[in-house]
């Protein structure tokens, strides 16, 4: 896509409006609207905004910040069409005002550690299976809990009664570009998941933000409120962000296949594994980035949280989907639709290289169901458990000097003092569950 070619696609969509996109630390979409006549001076990276505004950027006094667009990122909104008038959208990388790439903006981020790893001989592929549930609103517009459906797992119509939304949202991400590969009702009532084709690493954290907000969107036409939340109801499963990740050779080959041993995975890919169990008790804090995430990361209900690995048991944390050649992958299966895809994909990415860097020995993989383990038994096969709260993963996070290798010292930084925020907040307030086993005995 050149600057030509989105000025001649503008023209004969007639776009009068454009929204320049970024994502913040905590990732979170933000956009900038202009009206048709400033769409040349942003293609070419003139537009400013204020730094100051948005939540771990800059200090007042470094506010002034351009918006860097990327042609490939260009696309017609189809759902912003009305009476001929049409929408566009471009994705930014955010520069100082001294025209350099700021540290703290997490899609510049991901691209550093993306050529980092380039100088080591290889790219990053990601495909990300991201979960959601569509509620009911009440009177007032407001998101509730209630499901439209009591569908279960690959339920089929008339059951699965949103089916008609999960329909057009496919229709309109095809219209933007995606190839779907497959949708369905999940586990629990009202939950739904849409599969779209992998990427190289920026292209799919790009696909991924636009997925959440696209779900959102055009959910919001049928009256529903979608949510990534991770845990919104208890008792039942959780949604979940399973990140099918590989890594490419320079010449285009997958370094994780090699058809000479039984399960024809290569050495670089048993190391990948290796890094990623022995960094995953600290990633989690970026993957699994709410306190809500913990609520989802606990035994039983089909969430990994024991860092094992296996080519086939779903209660490990890292999974090896069957298909070889260059399908051959890893499936990290404790991420959640809350996390920062850009900074989640960064922390897994060095995890993994850790791992192959350092020669590190993967464990022997566990084949049986660790939910049915003892303590014991998990402890013979090296087993270690997820943390179980969002300050016992920001301790974990903190305290592995790879977080601030990856993440810069910037995000690194900022996003701790947040989270911690975060965890304070909730620390301290009265929650419903005390009210309920408390007030009326004490």
């Not at 050649?325 to 809350?338: A, F, I, N, Q, Y």
Request: charged letters at 25%; glycine letters at 6%.
């Amino acid at each position: 896509m050149t600057r030509d070619e989105i000025m001649k696609i503008i023209e004969e969509e007639n776009i009068h409006f454009f929204r320049l996109q970024f994502v913040d630390i905590f990732g979170f979409m933000k956009n900038v609207a202009i009206p048709r006549s400033q769409i040349e001076k942003a293609l070419d990276g003139k537009i400013m905004f204020d730094g100051s505004s948005i939540e771990g950027f800059v200090r007042i006094n470094e506010s002034d910040m351009y918006l860097k667009p990327d042609y490939e990122t260009f696309v017609v909104l189809p759902w912003r069409n009305k009476e001929g008038i049409a929408a566009a959208r471009i994705i930014c990388d955010i520069y100082k005002s001294d025209e350099t790439p700021f540290e703290g903006c997490p899609r510049v981020n991901l691209k550093r550690v993306l050529a980092e790893a380039k100088e080591l001989g290889y790219t990053m592929n990601v495909g990300t299976e991201a979960e959601f549930f569509l509620f009911e609103r009440d009177e007032d517009g407001l998101p509730t809990t209630i499901t439209q459906d009591v569908a279960g797992y690959f339920t089929t119509d008339p059951d699965d009664k949103a089916s008609d939304c999960r329909r057009e949202i496919i229709e309109t991400l095809e219209k933007m570009g995606y190839e779907i590969e497959a949708s369905h009702h999940e586990v629990a009532e009202g939950q739904h998941e849409i599969n779209f084709k992998y990427a190289d690493a920026i292209t799919a954290a790009d696909n991924t933000i636009t997925f959440k907000w696209v779900v959102k969107s055009i959910a919001s036409n049928y009256g529903l409120h979608a949510t990534f939340m991770p845990k919104p109801i208890f008792g039942i499963n959780g949604s979940g962000m399973h990140t099918n990740q590989s890594l490419f050779n320079l010449d285009g080959t997958n370094a994780f296949f090699d058809e000479s041993n039984d399960i024809q995975l290569s050495d670089v890919a048993f190391k990948y594994i290796a890094g990623i169990l022995k960094n995953a008790r600290s990633f989690v804090a970026v993957t699994n980035p709410l306190v809500n995430s913990y609520k989802r990361l606990v035994p039983g209900y089909e969430a990994p949280v024991y860092a094992a690995w296996s080519a086939s048991n779903r209660s490990a944390l890292v999974r090896i989907p069957a298909a070889r050649g260059m399908s051959t992958r890893t499936e990290v299966r404790c991420p959640d639709p809350s996390t920062n895809p850009y900074l989640a994909f960064a922390m897994m990415l060095n995890a993994g290289l850790d791992g192959v860097k350092n020669n590190l020995k993967a464990p022997f993989s566990v084949d049986e169901d660790i939910f049915e383990m003892t303590a014991a038994q998990m402890a013979e096969k090296g087993i270690t458990v997820l943390p179980g709260s969002l300050m016992e993963a920001l301790e974990e996070f903190k305290a592995n000097p790879l977080s601030k290798e990856t993440l810069g010292e910037h995000i690194f930084q900022k996003y701790i003092e947040g989270k911690e925020k975060e965890w304070d907040d909730y620390r301290c307030s009265v929650t419903e569950w005390e009210l309920d086993n408390y007030l009326s005995i004490y």
